[in-house]
């Protein structure tokens, strides 16, 4: 047998061959894991090739973990933003100087809401632009529209601001780009014909891949775009930076969208409570009215608070105040129901505690959890008295005029939309210069202290307003409100707050005159001689022909359909103010009498001739009214 010439040196075992043979294929394995993500050079491996390639991979997969850790923490920014100044400062303070240099924020003008029809072409606005400041004082001290300019090129470049609005043409290369809706580099061709559409003409556009174009769109449609910028001092984007510029722009637009949809819901519920307020107060006889509302804070900013001042007959005026359960469009549009119940209710003239009754019966006809809390009071100046009944409400303040302050005692009651419940009222002195003050819990109570530590802390605090007056002086009705509201700390706005205010002045008995006539013919001659031996013994003998001809026509009308004695009062306060009732509910109409007609012009001239007249229903029939303007007025 021939034997090969080898040396006995480079024999090996079979086992050591093929151990050898393995080891190899393990290395390559690893080193193809790093150049896969790294490419090697061309040229032939060396011994140290493998270890490098190593590092670069794991490198890779450090910058992977730092951009997906810097996508979370940047959306998580952006996400706790409420309204949209908010969103685009967390997109703006997320991205410089962490993913970018300088970033420019584009919104549509105005921002479409909900379902709104698009319109072509549309308007961006810019909205915010942030960029690296510079630390010395001249940059510090520059206006902001300055210290905002974009870094386009060169960080230390002074140059101009980008154009604040861009028009977007339909077919042109910024809408072909914001509708691609994909974030695109600056230095591709699209972005090329984009960038001086939206920057401007004449403004710079960077060069390489150093600008990112990402479109904001929202749920529906496009509402603005970002550019992200940066510098010659620092690497280039790379592919997997527009899967970054992506994530940022999708979150800022749904935030967006998200806050544009609630501050519209908020305007809209805002403005639908503040349309169910007064817009003004009356100025009823006897009284100074004044009123506060407050909304609570953006988090709970619609409520169902609500106040009202409703003239009555015989110069008397009811006082409201409720609070309907709940922070909801719904709670403010149930207060708007109720409200208009009350004015209704009122009108009829019927006793505090049956208001209440029928309040509640209305509550529960608008569903099983309709609640709210009430208080109703009827100020009567002539007898000095009031009247109040309670549904669950804070208990009114009473403000004497020695500036004593107390908490009125009146009976509780059950809140309205329990059902099965009966209201009680209490009747009490309401002495002139005295001042009551109705109020809903939000300015009594909050997360901070109980609702009887809010009510002692506003009885003190009205003792000491009216302590600066003096005794013989009432502290004045609207700087009485603004104090009062002063009392509210940072921590004290968790509901909204109504506030009303009453100052008693009374009429004295020697400004009111009061008569019963008989329902017969001669009825209107004797009012006549009344009224004129009133006005004589008030001084106002310049208005005798004038209200006896007016008197006359009232109590003729009311003698015609009356059956028992009708009644005959005049007020002199600032104003005449004469009242005729009788038992007949039927209203008086004015209407336009023919030339043949008789009768039918006694309404026409009161009408013509007085500063106001009017007529209410009452329980027992009802009322005409008519005012006549002194000679000092």
């Avoid at 775009?225 to 992506?246: G, H, I, N, Q």
């Avoid at 506060?292 to 608070?305: I, K, S």
Wanted: contains cysteine; negative net charge; proline residues 7%.
């Amino acid at each position: 047998m021939t034997e090969h010439p080898t040396s006995h040196e480079g024999r090996q075992p079979l086992a050591a061959r093929q151990q050898e043979r393995t080891r190899p294929r393990q290395q390559d394995a690893t080193a193809a894991a790093a150049a896969a993500a790294i490419p090697s050079p061309a040229a032939a491996p060396g011994p140290g090739t493998g270890a490098a390639a190593l590092a670069d991979a794991q490198a890779a997969t450090r910058r992977e973990g730092d951009r997906l850790r810097f996508v979370g923490a940047a959306t998580r920014r952006i996400a706790r933003g409420i309204d949209l100044d908010e969103i685009v400062l967390g997109l703006c303070r997320a991205s410089v100087p962490t993913f970018s240099d300088a970033i420019l924020v584009y919104l549509r003008d105005p921002l479409p809401v909900g379902d709104e029809r698009p319109v072509s072409p549309f308007v961006l606005r810019l909205r915010r632009s942030d960029r690296l400041r510079h630390t010395d004082e001249d940059a510090e001290a520059a206006p902001e529209t300055e210290r905002l300019r974009p870094l386009l090129t060169d960080p230390t470049a002074d140059l101009m601001p980008a154009a604040e609005l861009c028009e977007v043409r339909a077919g042109g290369a910024l809408a072909e780009v914001l509708r691609g809706v994909r974030p695109v580099f600056g230095d591709s061709a699209a972005a090329r014909a984009a960038l001086p559409e939206l920057l401007g003409a004449g403004r710079p556009v960077p060069t390489g891949h150093r600008a990112i174009l990402a479109p904001l769109r929202g749920r529906r449609r496009v509402i603005g775009a970002a550019v992200f910028v940066r510098s010659t001092e620092r690497p280039a984007f790379e592919a997997s930076d527009l899967l970054v510029a992506a994530q940022l722009a999708t979150h800022t637009a749904l935030g967006i969208d998200k806050a544009v949809l609630y501050g519209r819901e908020a305007y809209i519920a805002d403005e639908l409570q503040r349309t169910m307020l007064p817009d003004s107060l009356p100025q009823p006889t006897g009284v100074r009215l004044a009123s506060r509302y407050l909304p609570a804070a953006e988090t709970a900013r619609v409520g169902g608070d609500w106040y009202d001042a409703i003239p009555l007959p015989g110069s008397r005026v009811a006082l409201v105040v409720g609070d309907v359960m709940g922070h909801s469009m719904t709670s403010a549009a149930i207060m708007g129901q109720l409200r208009t119940t009350a004015q209704t209710l009122a009108q009829l003239d019927l006793p505090p505690q049956e208001v209440l009754h029928h309040l509640d019966e209305q509550a529960q006809r608008l569903g099983s959890d309709r609640m709210a809390t009430c208080l109703y009071a009827v100020y009567d100046p002539v007898a000095h008295r009031i009247t109040i009944a309670n549904a669950g409400h804070p208990p009114p303040v009473l403000l004497h005029l020695g500036g004593r302050a107390e908490v009125l005692r009146v009976p509780p009651g059950a809140p309205i939309g329990v059902g099965g419940v009966d209201f009680e009222a209490v009747e009490l002195d309401a002495p002139a210069g005295a001042t009551l003050l109705l109020y809903t819990d939000g300015l009594v109570e909050s997360r901070l202290r109980d609702v009887w530590t809010g009510i002692e802390q506003l009885r003190e605090r009205l003792a000491a307003t009216a302590q600066l007056t003096g005794d013989d002086h009432s502290p004045p009705l609207e700087a009485l409100c603004d104090d009062v509201l002063d009392m509210l700390g940072p921590g004290d706005r968790d509901d909204d707050i109504a506030l009303l205010a009453a100052r008693f002045d009374g009429i004295a008995p020697s400004d009111v005159a009061y008569w019963y006539l008989e329902p017969e013919d001669a009825a209107p001659g004797r009012a006549r001689r009344l009224a004129r031996r009133a006005l004589s013994r008030w001084g106002l003998e310049e208005l005798s022909d004038e209200v006896e001809l007016l008197v006359s026509e009232v109590v003729t009308n009311a003698v015609r359909y009356a059956e028992r004695p009708v009644t005959l009062r005049l007020l002199r306060t600032d104003i005449l103010r004469c009242e005729v009732g009788d038992d007949s509910p039927q209203l008086p109409r004015q209407r336009r009498a023919r030339e043949t007609d008789e009768g039918g012009r006694g309404l026409f001239l009161v009408n013509r001739l007085a500063r106001r007249w009017g007529a209410t229903r009452l329980s027992t029939g009802k009322v005409v009214w008519f005012e006549m303007a002194t000679r000092s007025q």
